[in-house]
């Protein structure tokens, strides 16, 4: 099997490559793509080398899978061309999620949908995957009427340009902006781009994924996202009202039965999920877990993950391993 790794000099690409490695995914060869200026150098995998390849050869080459992590527009111009010529794209960028036509997948909530026509499949965004990862199975047994949620995001959901950003600023040097503002010392309220509602295109992403994902138009969300200065990992504060009674006790357990949820939830050991113990794993974090005694039928908690990985990597490639264990790509003689 042929796989191709579109954007894999970038922040995600390299970490695509560190987890198709440590899940051992069955590819014969690898096909790392990037753009134009890195063409003929060359990235490791396994031990080996091996030389990046421009846009047109690999699809020429025609991998079984093509993720891809190069941004919105590349997976505009390219997504298609992979796919008509037999390739299966799983797409990490934005561009393909609200698409009616494409599946949005995480694998342990909806992979079960995929058939043999899904040539485009997106990949959501990395705050999404994570929040929804520990509220499919809350939202399929009570049934979820109100979502609150407010994101503490690292710099590394900005890429390099953040993680830049954010190092230059610590050492004092001058840097390049990616922020609008300091981001070292700060938090920033602005996530995306703003709307003409005051919403960013963050904010948007939470409320119209979250709904697509779990097959709900009816949940009522609203959100807040907030740029922090942390290099790996984001969390997310969710307070929501279910339709369902349900107790404390019932609602813990719920979340304790849910795949690859890990709870973290001690306060007298001073136990809770954060960024930095995330950092490396694919598992979503999830504790100070509550009542809410504001309102009816409330809870909140507090969900953790590495964005770099179950946020994007690890996702995209779970829903590779997937297509592969159900016959869902070709094999190509």
């Known amino acids: ?9 970038g922040l995600v690409g390299s970490v695509m490559l560190k987890v198709l490695e440590e899940r051992d995914f069955p590819l014969k060869e690898l096909i790392p793509v990037a753009s134009q200026k890195s063409v003929g150098k060359t990235v490791f995998f396994k031990g080996k080398e091996f030389k990046i390849v421009g846009l047109q050869e690999a699809v020429e080459l025609k991998p079984e899978i093509a993720i891809f992590s190069a941004g919105g527009q590349i997976s505009l111009d390219w997504a298609e061309k992979f796919a008509k010529n037999g390739t299966v794209v799983i797409d990490n960028s934005s561009a393909w999620r609200m698409d009616n036509s494409k599946k949005l997948v995480v694998p342990e909530i ?10 485009i499949i997106a990949n959501p965004n990395c705050s999404t995957i994570q929040m929804v990862t520990a509220l499919a199975l809350v939202h ?9 949620i407010s994101t503490y995001q690292s710099v590394t959901g900005t ?10 600023e610590r050492k004092g040097l001058k840097v390049a902006k990616v922020y609008p503002h300091q981001i070292d010392l700060n938090v920033i309220p602005h996530g995306g781009s703003f709307d003409s509602d005051g919403y960013t295109s963050e904010e948007t992403k939470l409320v119209n994924e979250t709904r697509k994902i779990l097959s709900d138009q009816k949940i009522r969300i609203t959100s807040t996202v907030v740029r922090v200065p942390v290099f790996g990992g984001h969390s997310v504060s969710v307070n929501m009202e279910l339709n369902k009674n349900c107790s404390l006790a019932d609602f813990r357990k719920t979340l ?8 973290q939830d001690n306060p007298e050991k001073n136990l809770y999920p954060m960024p930095l113990y995330s950092e490396g794993k694919d598992e979503v974090f999830v504790g100070r877990i509550r009542q809410d005694f504001s309102n009816d039928n ?9 964005n770099l990985r179950k946020g994007a990597a690890t996702n995209a490639i779970q829903i590779a391993e997937y297509l592969v264990e159900k016959g869902l790509v070709c094999k190509y003689k």
């Open 159 to 168: 890429g390099v340009p953040g993680v830049n950003q954010l190092s230059g």
């Open 298 to 306: 409330s809870f909140n908690l507090w969900i953790v993950a590495d």
């Open 256 to 263: 304790e039965n849910t795949q690859g949820v890990v709870i």
């Open 110 to 119: 909806n992979a079960h949908l995929l058939s043999n026509n899904d040539k």
């Open 1 to 9: 099997m042929k796989i191709a790794v579109v954007g894999a000099t």
């Open 140 to 148: 399929k047994n009570y049934g979820i009427k109100r979502l609150v």
